[in-house]
């Protein structure tokens, strides 16, 4: 029976045809079948060849199971191109795994070998698959064609129209295809990112594979470069900028007497008060101290210049100005220090002299929650008109101050006393 590409397309959405018990071919093509009864053929028990192109089986949920198909053991040539299938199911085909001999699946949108179907089918002579969206196969897929556990001996696969794509990744299916005797139309496979046919690249396959081996392994040097540049990096910026990382690495060093009494930690916009009146009554009074442009090394990393400054000196003095808080070492040196202060015997050693007034909020965690225990010192405000009361509060201040400091220092304990400090 040959009804295809009637004039007026004929429906087979939910209909079923009967009567046709001794009909052997069935040509239906241009049918539109998106939805097709489930048991449309079922009275044709000894249908052998059925041919429906462009019936838009693909639409149908009903073709990816083994309802529509169900019943008919002695079809063997099965022709559905053109219809939009995406893939085949393994249930779809599965009553014919004795009968199919032929199965077309040409101008599809297929993009993967439908190895589950041809696993059922015994006795496949034919698969043809060009013009579908099927790029490469893979290992398994080409090893089971190769392979094919088929009666016939001469099975062959068709896959000529495909859009191949013949690039170091594809490097065994190219393989395959030269040694292959299964694809039917060697000559017509195209490469598509090179618009070259196949068998022509083949004839200087063995170049290609070279220029693929070369290929990889500079990408495969590049890519482990970039690892290690990049692991290096951020390595480097944790130890760098992690306090706990390198408080847990560094070796507590351990000092009967310290090189210094203090060690100071300020910013370069609070120089002129460091220079003077600071320095100049630390050295007044004995007192002495590390600084950043006084005892470190230059050749040494910041961090280690801070941390060994910090482990050189009985105590961190932190001089605090509204720009203090924007450098990332005077941050890092106020985070080394709040992690020292939980050493035994160490529990004094930091002092804060706020140049401005600072809000408890903008400092670091650790220095918040020992706020009580630091209780930083205020230097009177330069603005302060009443002189006499200016010239007070500063020499109570430096009495405060020398307290704090003989309070966490041996050396200066025993050497000083209260009436030495105005």
């Known amino acids: 029976m ?21 009909l052997t071919e069935f040509d239906m093509s241009g049918m539109d079948c998106s939805f097709p009864h489930p048991k449309m053929f079922t009275n044709m028990l000894n249908l052998t060849k059925l041919t429906a ?3 838009n089986l693909g639409n149908s949920r009903r073709f990816y199971t083994n309802a529509l198909f169900k019943g008919l053991n002695h079809l063997s040539n099965i022709d559905i191109s053109s219809n939009k299938i995406i893939q085949l199911n393994s249930s779809t085909f599965a009553d014919q795994s004795d009968s199919l001999k032929m199965l077309l699946l040409d101008s599809n949108l297929i993009e993967n070998c439908p190895i589950q179907s041809l696993e059922q089918l015994k006795v496949l002579e034919l698969l043809d698959i060009r013009n ?25 696969v068709k896959l000529a129209g495909n859009p191949f794509v013949c690039d170091c990744s594809s490097m065994d299916f190219l393989s395959w295809i030269s040694t292959t005797q299964v694809i039917y139309d060697k000559d017509d496979l195209v490469c598509i990112n090179n618009n070259m046919k196949v068998v022509e690249l083949l ?12 290929q990889f392994w500079l990408i495969f040097a590049v890519s482990l470069a970039v690892i290690f540049l990049v692991l290096g990096i951020v390595f480097r910026l944790a130890w760098r900028y992690s306090v706990n990382l390198r408080f847990w690495c560094r070796h507590q060093v351990e000092h009967e007497t310290f090189p210094y009494d203090i060690f100071i930690s300020y910013c370069r916009e609070d120089c002129k008060w460091i220079r003077k009146p600071f320095t100049t009554w630390l050295e007044q009074h004995n007192i002495r101290y590390s600084a950043e442009d006084k005892t470190f090394d230059t050749g040494l990393d910041m961090c280690d210049n801070i941390m060994g400054a910090i482990d050189d000196s009985y105590q961190t003095v932190f001089v605090v100005s509204c720009k203090f808080l924007e450098y990332e070492w005077q941050t890092f040196a106020m985070k080394v220090a709040s992690r020292y202060s939980f050493r035994k015997g160490r529990e004094r050693m930091n002092i804060i002299i706020l140049l401005d007034d600072m809000k408890r909020s903008e400092f670091p965690k650790l220095i918040r929650e020992n706020w009580d225990i630091i209780r930083p010192l205020q230097w009177p405000d330069e603005h302060n008109t009443d002189k006499t009361r200016l010239c007070t509060a500063r020499k109570l201040f430096w009495v405060k101050l020398l307290k ?3 309070k966490g220092n041996k050396r200066l304990a025993s050497s000083l006393n209260s009436e030495s400090t105005v």
């Open 132 to 156: 579908n969206l099927i790029a490469s196969l893979t290992y398994s897929e080409f090893t089971l064609l190769e392979n094919y556990p088929s009666a016939s001996e001469n099975f062959k």
């Open 203 to 214: 004839k200087t396959f063995q170049d290609f594979r070279i220029d693929c081996t070369s």
């Open 404 to 406: 704090r400091i003989r």
């Open 2 to 22: 040959d009804i295809r590409y009637q004039i007026a397309a004929l429906p087979c959405d939910g209909r079923r045809i009967e009567g046709l018990i001794h």
């Open 53 to 55: 192109r462009g019936c």
